[in-house]
């Protein structure tokens, strides 16, 4: 092993430090762009599940007055 190649090594590792550390910080934003844009998703169908149940209630309210004599 050539103890004298330590300055070499030495930037070698600093620079695959460096571009890791670019890849984390563009998988974090990644992450919590996707993770932002699944919570508006899940709320917006959270929100149509709702509305879907009220027009079933009073679709079966109306069925309900209609069919009493």
């Not at 879907?52 to 679709?59: A, G, P």
Request: charged share 45%.
């Amino acid at each position: 092993m050539d103890m004298t190649d330590w300055k070499g090594k030495a930037t070698e590792y600093a620079r695959e430090k460096k571009q890791l550390k670019k890849r984390i910080k563009e998988l974090t934003q990644s992450r919590d762009e996707w993770k932002t844009k699944s919570i508006l998703y899940k709320d917006r169908a959270d929100q149509l599940a709702a509305d879907l149940n009220k027009i079933k209630n009073r679709l079966n309210k109306i069925i309900e007055s209609q069919t009493e004599p």
